[in-house]
C-alpha cells in the first residue's frame, strides 16, 4: 500500500517534465529564450502576439510544479532508508528540494502578470519579463544545496546493497557544479553566461530536466526492492 | 600489498620532469619561438604540447594506461576531439 | 567489487561512480573551452590585445604547483598500495600545499587586475578568463577538500576500500591538474 503511494510521487516528476516542456516550449515559446538584448516593444509585442498561448503554457508550467513536491517527499523517503541517526542530509534535501519548487512556480506567476494586461505599458512588460527570467535561472542555490544532499547521502550509505548505485551520488555532485554558473546571468546580456546562453539556459535546463529522469529511474527501482524487502 | 597499476615512481618522476620541460618549452612558443613564420604555427604547438601533457596526465598520473580500455579511450576521445575542434577554430579566419 | 587474488590485468583506477564526475566534468570544459575558442576565432586581434594584460609568469608559475601537486598525489597512491601510510600522507601534504600556493598566487592575480581596472564586464576575453579560471579555482578548493579527507582516511591501516577511495580522489585532483594544462595553453600562451 505504500509502495503504491511512494511510486505515484515518484511517477509525478515524469508528469513534471511532459508538463512543463508541454508550456514552456510549444505553448509560451520560452524555448528558445527571449533575448537579454530585447527592447521593450519587441517583448511587449511578444506577449500581445501569443497572448493566450503564453497564458495557458504558464499556467501549465506553474500547475505541474507543484508535483516536485511529491518527488522530493520520493527524494527525502530513499535518503532516510540511506541515513543513521537524526537524518540531518534528509531535512537538507527536504527543505532545499522544496524551496526549490517555489522558484519554479513564483517565475511562471511574474510572467503571467505580463501576460495578464498584454496592453499595458511596453516598459513593465519589460521588467515583468526580465523578473520572470532571473527567478528562473538565476537561483541555483537551492538546487546545488539540494543536489550536494543527494550526493553525500548516496556516498555516505553504509547499506549493502546502497539504497542508490553510488553513481547517482557523483551525478548529483556534477548536477550542482552544472548549476552554479546559472547565478552569473546578473553580469551578462550576451555570450554564453546570460540568461539565454549556452551555459546558463540550455546546459542547464537539459540537465534540470534529465535529472528527474535520472531520479525516477533509480527511484523507482528502489522503491520496488523496498517494497518487497517489508 | 594491495593489487593495482604500479608503475613504479621513479617513472611518474621522470613523467613528471618531462612535464615541466614541456610547460617550459609551450612558454618559449608563447614568447616568439617558431613565430618567424607564421605566429600560427607556434599556437598550434602551443596546443598540441598542451593535450600531449594531457595525455601524460590521464595516461600514467591516473593510471589509465592500466585501465579497462573503454575508459582510456573515453579520454583519448575526449583529447582528439577537444583539441582537434580548438586547433580548427584557432585556425579559421572569421 | 571483490578483488581477486590474482589481479587481472587491467585494474579499474577509483570507483566507477567517480568516473560519471570526471567525464561529466571534462564534458562541461570541453563545452567551455570550445565556446571561448569560437569568440576568439571572431575576434582575434581585441583577445590577443587583452591577452598582454595578463601575468603569464603566474600562469606559468601555477602550472608547475598543479603539476607538482599532482605528482604528489599520483606517489601518495603508490605508496599507500605498499602500505606505506605515513609516507603517503606526507606526500598529499605535499600535494595539498602545492594546491594552497596555486590558491595564493591566484588570488594575488586576481587582486593585480581588479586594481588595473579589469573585470568580469570589461570585455569577452576577460569574461572568460574569470570565468573559466573561476570555474577551475572552484575545483581546485573541491579538490583541496578531497585531499584533506584522503589525508584524515589514511590514518587508518590501508585496506582495498581505502586505496580505492584514494584513487577516487586521486583521479579527480588529476583531472584539476589536466584541466588547468589545457587552460594554461589556451588563456595564457596562445597567441
Known sequence: MNTRNELLCIWSAILFVVVFTLGLWPLAHFLPPHLPTAGAEEIAALYQGRTWQIRLGLFLMMGCSGLVCAFVAAITVAIKRMEKGAG???????SAGTCGAVFLIVPCLVWTAAAFRPDRSPELTLLLNDVGWIMLFMPFTTFVVQNIAIGLA????????TILPRWVGFFNLWVAVLFIPGGLLTFFKTGPFAWSGVFVYWVPLVVFLSWYLVMFVVLRQAAIKAGRAA | MIPGANPSILRVTWLWGLLIAATALSWAFGHGLGAGVDTRWSGTAVLVIAFLKARVVFLDFMELRHAPLSLRLALEAWTIAVASTLLVLYWRVA | MTHATNEPARHLPGEAGVWVFILGDLLMFAA????????????????????HALNQRCGALNTIFMLTSSWCVAIAVQVARVGKTRAARRWLVGGMACAVCFVVVKIFEYQEKIAAGITLTSNDFFMYYYMLTGLHLMHVLLGLGVLIFLWRSLYAPVS??????????????HMVDLLWIVLFALLYMLR
Not at chain 1, 154 to 161: A, E, F, Q, R
Not at chain 3, 32 to 51: H, P
Not at chain 3, 160 to 173: D, K, M
Open chain 3, 160 to 173: 582495498h576500500t581505502s586505496v580505492r577511495t584514494l584513487e577516487s580522489g586521486a583521479c579527480f585532483w
Open chain 1, 154 to 161: 548516496v556516498l555516505g550509505d553504509s547499506n549493502t546493497p
Open chain 1, 88 to 94: 540531518i542530509l534528509t531535512y537538507t534535501q527536504l
Open chain 3, 32 to 51: 567551455l573551452f570550445i565556446t571561448f575558442a569560437y569568440y576568439r576565432s571572431n575576434d582575434v586581434a581585441s583577445f590577443i590585445e587583452s591577452q
